[in-house]
């Protein structure tokens, strides 16, 4: 087993993208000891470790493992053909299927929109062009439609070394990265944030409309407002805005949501990078931003800027780490962030409409040993009237997951004067607590995760599912029933079903769905069904995605040559009867890339898929073997051309000559 399968790059970008720290949370909340779960080892008898004794050899119920593959191969719920797994510079599609470019990085998204000219690139042409680093993909409909919509994208962080000519040298063998110029760091900040664009499928395929009335960039300059219980405290003021209620700008935009409203929520996930600086001596917030990891300072920002420089603007961090909703109807509205669904590294925002109409958001803090939530409106969603839904994101009840061995999970609320979440621990308000989301959830002892990306609930199943990436420091003493694996380089999937199918219950069941990594390696502990595979298995599960079949589609972030021999990808995951936990390849992204988005529309006839941080390395692959960077990068996916840096893309998956996605 590889202690650190992602390769390690030496660009600071990267490396903050990585997220392989050594994570921030200094508690000793109580895990659950060495016992492992008999219910969590059973399933693993049931399935991984029949894999594992064919390979072991000690007992040999081979007749048993073939019935049971061909049970799981008839029952799956996927019909299409397996890609093959494995390493080169081009992206791949299961055979019948095609994957269409839709929108690269530096694509006019506006009538007005500059051609993409990457040796004379400005931050005006940038502010109209499709940003870098695509992550989550949403769609949201125009008139009910499933082939006439806004398509909506995350821009989560930028690679200058990628995206800049003449910044990089090797001098004796070594990487040099020039500092950035003003223009370069404008440029920066305006290919962050979202993109809002309208589009339309014409004789088959998806086509951005760059007239779209509604089009819009999102930016790291775009003025957003500050709501809920924190707006206003003096935490969040700074000498720039005296009402704590004004930001600049939205970073690190990672996945996110569409609410049933439809709205565009973005979740800003590791903000610590954009800061630098020094706090001045014994100021109050030292102690919280050092459980964020502020300042990180990869960006060269606060040079420019010195909003993002904590020593001149030392609240400027609490103005970071929210969940921003978009009103994706009205171009020239101000995104809204929403307090009150807590201050983290908030991966993503998917939501589901509870019995009884209030709406709950689950949400996961991205960093070792940090913890699940979720938030449950107080209000209730009104299908008939969008104006009422407007603000139901500032009133509602913040909760965070604390999974127990005997297979229960209990959601403890967040709320100011209950339990330990007194003035006597440093929690005057409600506003203390959503501005120190995980010191609160630190004194309820919340367990402590493997890094938590997506959670989706699936409206089909009632069931919730929930991406665990990795954590290789995980010790064999802090082995709990969750978080099964020591060393945990591969990650796994938790299945939540709560208490009565009420999402909005306090409490529910678990159970591990999948522990991922090649299932032929008896030592990594994998529990793919044994239908599963040499391609459909996968190490680290990052985003996800629920089709309107109810079916699971899995994507990946940090799989590579020498981690798992195989680029990352999208992958069909069962969950249902004798097909469950078995996985199948249907796509895979070039060299360097992370699988984001997926997202389906709503007739399952379009998958639409985000290739982020296409060329991002390649040190560790035989095919290429030394730093990527603009000049010589490992990749000029998708053009291919020798004037033309590698770009992250949207892609859009059609089954050739129509039809449903895998049926
Ligand atoms: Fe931006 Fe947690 O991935
Ligand atoms: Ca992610
Ligand atoms: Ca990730």
């Known amino acids: 087993m590889n202690d650190h399968p992602q390769a390690s790059s030496p660009f600071r970008t990267s490396q903050l993208e990585e997220n392989d720290g050594p994570g921030h949370n200094p508690t000793e909340n109580p895990t659950m000891g060495e016992i492992i779960s008999s219910r969590f080892s059973r399933r693993g008898l049931l399935k991984g470790s029949l894999a594992v004794a064919a390979i072991s050899a000690t007992v040999s119920p081979i007749a048993l493992i073939l019935a049971d593959e061909a049970r799981a191969e008839s029952a ?6 397996e890609l093959e797994a494995g390493v080169d510079d081009k992206h791949h599609v299961a055979p019948g299927y095609d994957a269409d470019v839709l929108l ?49 994208v995350n821009h989560e962080y930028t690679n200058p070394h990628l995206m800049f000519p003449g910044l990089v040298k090797i001098v004796d063998g070594k990487v040099e990265q020039a500092p950035l110029s003003k223009e370069q760091v404008d440029i920066e900040m305006a290919a962050h944030g979202g993109t809002v664009v309208e589009i339309r ?69 590791n903000i610590h990078g954009y800061f630098s600086g020094e706090l001045p001596a014994d100021h109050p917030e030292a102690a919280n931003y050092e459980r964020m990891g502020v300042p990180e300072g990869a960006y060269e920002w606060a040079k420019f800027y010195d909003r993002f420089d904590i020593g001149k603007e030392p609240n400027e ?37 509870a019995p009884d109409g209030r709406v709950v958001f689950y949400l996961g803090d991205d960093e070792r040993f940090d913890y699940v939530y979720k938030f449950v409106t107080a209000g209730r969603f ?55 989301t995980r010191r609160a959830a630190d004194l309820l002892g919340a367990t402590k995760m493997d890094r938590p990306e997506d959670i989706q609930p699936n409206a089909s199943n009632g069931k919730v599912y929930v991406m665990l990436t990795n954590n290789t420091k995980r010790s064999a003493e802090q082995v709990d029933a969750a978080n099964p694996r020591e060393k945990n380089a591969f990650g796994h999937i938790i299945e939540i079903a709560e208490d009565g199918g009420d999402f909005a219950a306090t409490k529910g069941k678990w159970e591990v769905l999948l522990k ?29 995605a629920i089709d309107s079949a109810g079916r699971l589609w899995v994507s990946t972030d940090g799989q590579g040559p020498k981690a798992t021999g195989r680029t990352d990808g999208l992958w069909a995951v069962d969950t249902e009867g004798e097909a469950r936990a078995t996985s199948k390849l249907f796509f895979r992204v070039p060299i360097g890339a992370e699988m984001c988005g997926p997202l389906f529309t709503p007739d399952d006839q379009t998958a639409f898929v985000a290739v982020q941080h296409p060329g991002d390395g390649g ?40 039809g449903k996605i895998a049926v």
Not at 326 to 351: C, I, Q, W, Y
Not at 527 to 542: I, K, V
Request: hydrophobic share 35%; with cysteine.
């Open 76 to 81: 799956s719920a996927f019909n299409f053909d």
């Open 317 to 353: 961090p609490n103005r970071f780490g929210w969940i921003v909703e978009v009103d994706v109807n009205d171009p020239t509205s101000m995104p809204k962030k929403r307090t009150a669904l807590g201050r983290f590294k908030h991966e993503g925002a998917e939501s589901i409409v």
């Open 516 to 544: 991922c990594g090649d299932p032929s390696v008896a030592e990594v502990g994998a529990s793919f069904s044994t239908a599963t595979t040499a391609n459909g298995w996968f190490g680290m599960p990052d985003n996800c």
């Open 104 to 152: 690269r990085w530096g694509d006019p998204v506006f009538a007005d929109g500059p051609e993409f000219d990457p040796a004379n690139q400005t931050a005006d042409a940038q502010a109209k062009q499709f940003g870098y680093n695509n992550d989550y993909v949403g769609f949201i409909p125009v008139d009910g439609s499933a082939e006439h919509g806004l398509l909506v």
């Open 382 to 436: 009104d299908p008939d009237n969008r104006s009422a839904n407007m603000d139901l994101l500032d009133e509602g009840t913040l909760y965070t997951a604390k999974f127990s061995e005997d297979g229960s999970i209990e959601w403890m609320p967040l709320v100011h004067g209950e339990g330990p979440l007194t003035a006597e621990n440093g929690f005057a308000s409600q506003a203390d607590v959503l501005i120190e």
């Open 619 to 658: 040190e560790d692959w035989d095919g290429f073997g030394r730093a990527s960077y603009y000049e010589d990068p490992s990749t000029r996916w998708p053009d291919f051309k020798p004037d033309m840096p590698v770009r992250p893309s949207v892609l859009a998956i059609t089954r050739q000559g129509g």
């Open 201 to 269: 499928k014409v004789d088959g395929k998806f086509q951005p409309v760059l007239d779209g009335k509604l089009n819009r960039r999102i930016t790291a300059s775009t003025e957003m407002q500050l709501t809920g219980p924190a707006a206003g405290s003096d935490r969040l003021k700074t000498s720039a805005d005296a009402t704590g209620t004004r930001v600049i700008g939205t970073v690190n935009n990672c996945a996110g949501g569409v609410t049933p409203w439809g709205t565009y929520v973005m979740a800003e996930e």
